[in-house]
Nanobody, 125 residues
């Protein structure tokens, strides 16, 4: 059974940092894109970053470039999202997702078919 478990969310002041983790199990981790998405209060869910572990290809939304870094630990089947220089507009529920069965890098939400439960990030000014 595919399982994605996020952790690391919390409350932080603007300018601070958080690192989100997503532990994956139940599938071949290395041949599926994984992504981080977020849903701010009252808004649509949006893509933040994605990574294709097989080729170590990464992409970022313009709003987080230079501040967020997606990475992986193959030994732990875990994907991370390091978030620095956080802003109040980064406040959202953050979700980890996997694009199972798609053997290349994809970042569009439509490709992602397995989701974690989400972890809340709140940034105060």
């Amino acid at each position: 059974q595919v399982q994605l478990v996020e952790s690391g969310g919390g409350s932080v002041q603007a300018g601070g940092s958080l690192r989100l983790s997503c532990a994956a199990s139940g599938y071949t981790y290395r041949t599926n894109s994984m992504g981080w998405f977020r849903q701010p209060p009252g808004k649509e869910r949006e893509g933040v970053a994605c990574i294709y572990p097989g080729g170590r290809v990464t992409y970022y939304a313009d709003s987080v470039k230079g501040r967020f870094t997606i990475s992986q630990d193959n030994a732990k089947n875990t994907v991370y999202l390091q978030m620095n220089s956080l802003k109040p507009e980064d406040t959202a529920m953050y979700y980890c997702a996997a694009a199972l069965g798609v053997g290349t890098v994809v970042c569009g939400e439509k490709w992602y078919n397995s989701w974690g439960q989400g972890t809340q990030v709140t940034v105060s000014s």
